[in-house]
């Protein structure tokens, strides 16, 4: 992999205002699930003297960090994950999200998705921990990989997904002028290949504005997926923002969290804890994800969710 | 259910709203009023005026895009809008026949033709000379994206159960959703979230337009993508066509199964042949001058026709 070609962050689409991140989408095009190279990569590769990775400034955490206490190394489809499979012996459980999900500066015992299964697994077998979260996503890459994951891997029996911020979007690399030149099937190529999927800043760009009708029908189609297939889904996010745009839909598959209670009790127990808390607790190694404290409180909440089958999942072994 | 509507409204003809439309490369717009709720959503205009043709309303018996519609005897016709406003028969959650339903853009709405010369009826006839099935039910929609009318088919499911036969002819892939709203319009200020909630609109690009629109070619994959593995997932037997060429060309790099890609050239050509000697009116452009005559519409119902009968057989 040439992390220069995958990361496109020095030549932002030329009408794009406040952007942040942008990666390449190498399966844009087909039934494939394309995962997170970098810099989590590292995880399978922390003794890499490849030049370009030991300088990177936003791995410096990660060449910094002890990884012995991870348990997980990246899968070979990149994801944070078990390998998958299309054989399942115990309840098949999905999780999928951005970062948050994925657990940039966390170990995986750290995060959410992790704790659930973890949690559900004390009660119920399990057929392993399926973790499709991928740093950087927005939610029309979180939902199409789910169904890619399906289409794959069998339908899970349970999904759970945390949403990022509403201003996430595909979009092509249009600072390349030899896009458009060439024959028409070279174009077409060159334009399969500039897909990237950006994070813009929440600065007002009409074009991050549009995104919500997808992210609307995203989730309202995978939604309707799962109540024809009889997958139980989770939905919850820890941006307001999604979580007040989302409760002016009709979507039945959200928990919406009282972020800002959130915080409250996590810096009120820090304060009462100092002595059961580490650093990590509040923010995450990167010095910019959620710490493990966040993971904890969303992980109860999610799993209590599960527990009542949110009030609309009937399961016979639920008391 | 439809409701009495304001035309001058709803769709943007000219294009006299404080955005400058034109200049980015947007041919048409219409307002989308359930863009962010289950409700599907009918086309209010023109063909609203099959039930309503004695319309006394000024602003409609002077729309130049409607003329047509206006001179037009409608006695023919076989069918009026439903209550939601689709050309079809009354949708319904009691199906105890097959169900097949139809979907696609003004070309399976049937602009400019009756219902009786339109793909998706000639194929329900042909079908139901040999099974019966539980009625005619096409959800198309004038000026849809790809995203409109995959969504509007999951909306159908959502509201009236699931097909056994689902049957799509796809338009280009410049049609998209925009917030069209005089407070959005300079990208500046601050947006409120319910301009958003009632500002979508769905507009079709001018093929010169270079306003992102190849960028809609990943959304139109992956909403056919999802909705294929629904079909598969729950058994629906799901035909997909374009009678747009570029579409026709960009699937073909994918890896949708269910596109029967039919070539506009040897579509032509059938065209040509099965219409030699015949003298008809409409049979390459419909009365409306701006949409596919009933040939068209011939050759595309015999084409899915053949197509179903072989899956059947397999």
Not at chain 1, 4 to 17: A, K, Y
Not at chain 1, 122 to 150: Q, R
Not at chain 1, 160 to 170: E, W
């Amino acid at each position: 992999m040439n992390r220069n070609e995958v990361m496109h962050d020095g030549n932002r689409p030329s009408d794009q205002s406040g952007f942040i991140t942008n990666i390449n989408v190498a399966n844009a095009f087909s039934k494939t699930l394309d995962g997170w190279p970098m810099p989590q990569d590292a995880l399978n590769e922390l003794d890499s003297t490849e030049e370009d990775y030991r300088k990177q400034e936003n791995t410096k955490w990660l060449r910094e960090s002890v990884w012995d206490e991870d348990p997980f190394h990246i899968n070979k489809d990149l994801f944070r994950s078990d390998e998958f499979s299309k054989n399942h012996d115990g309840k098949h459980i999905l999780f999928s999200g951005c970062s948050v999900t994925y657990g940039v500066g966390l170990y995986t015992t750290e995060i959410w998705p992790y704790k659930i299964y973890e949690m559900i697994k004390e009660k119920e077998k399990v057929s392993g921990y399926f973790n499709l979260g991928k740093p950087g996503t927005s939610v029309m890459d979180i939902v199409s990989n789910v169904f890619k994951y399906i289409h794959l891997y069998s339908k899970p029996d349970v999904i759970f997904l945390d949403l990022p911020d509403l201003n996430r979007h595909y979009s092509l690399r249009d600072d390349r002028k030899d896009l458009v030149k060439g024959s028409i099937e070279e174009v077409e190529q060159k334009t399969f290949d500039g897909f990237f999927h950006g994070t813009y800043r929440g600065t007002p760009h009409i074009r991050n504005q549009e995104t919500r009708i997808y992210v609307y029908q995203y989730l309202f189609m995978l939604e309707q997926y799962c109540k024809d297939l009889g997958i139980e889904l989770y939905v919850f996010s820890y941006v307001d923002g999604t979580n007040e745009f989302l409760k002016k839909t009709d979507l039945d598959c959200m928990k919406y969290l009282n972020n800002n209670q959130i915080v409250e009790e996590i810096y009120d127990y820090a304060e009462k804890n100092k002595e059961n808390i580490d650093e990590f607790f509040l923010t995450a190694r990167d010095n910019q994800h959620h710490g493990w404290g966040y993971h904890d409180v969303w992980s109860k909440i999610m799993f209590e969710e599960y527990q009542s089958g949110g009030g609309r999942y009937a399961r016979k072994d639920r008391s | 259910m439809l409701e009495k509507i304001d035309l001058e409204q709803l769709v943007f003809v000219p294009f006299t709203v404080k955005q400058d439309l034109e200049s980015k490369g947007i041919a048409l717009s219409l307002k989308i009023n359930n863009a962010f709720n289950k409700k599907i959503e009918g086309w209010p205009l023109v063909q609203d005026a099959f039930n309503d043709l004695d319309s006394k309303s000024v602003f409609y018996n002077n729309l130049e895009s409607s003329k047509w519609c206006r001179d037009t005897s409608w006695d023919e016709d076989s069918f009026k809008v439903n209550s939601h406003g689709f050309r079809s028969e009354e949708f319904t959650n009691t199906h105890k026949q097959k169900h097949i339903l139809f979907s696609g853009c003004s070309v399976t709405y049937g602009l400019g033709l009756y219902a009786n010369e339109t793909w998706p009826y000639k194929l329900y006839e042909n079908i139901t000379k040999n099974e019966e099935a539980s009625g005619y039910f096409n959800i198309a929609k004038p000026g849809a994206s790809i995203m409109e009318i995959v969504s509007g088919i999951f909306k159908y499911m959502a509201a009236y159960g699931k097909p056994d036969t689902i049957f799509i002819n796809l338009p280009d892939a410049y049609r998209k959703y925009v917030v069209i709203d005089s407070e959005c319009s300079d990208n500046k200020k601050a947006i409120n979230v319910n301009k958003i909630i009632t500002g979508v609109h769905q507009v079709i690009y001018t093929r010169s337009s270079t306003e992102n629109k190849e960028e809609l070619f990943v959304y139109a994959y992956q909403y056919l993508m999802m909705l294929e593995e629904h079909c598969k997932s729950l058994g629906i037997d799901l035909y997909i066509f374009s009678y747009s060429q570029e579409l026709n060309d960009l699937l073909k790099s994918c890896d949708i199964d269910s596109v029967i890609f039919i070539e506009r050239k040897a579509m032509n050509h059938t065209v040509w042949n099965h219409t030699k000697g015949n003298s008809l009116n409409y049979k390459l452009t419909a009365r409306d001058a701006g949409h596919f005559g009933w040939a068209f519409h011939d050759v595309w119902s015999d084409i899915m026709f053949n197509e179903y009968k072989n899956r059947q057989e397999k």
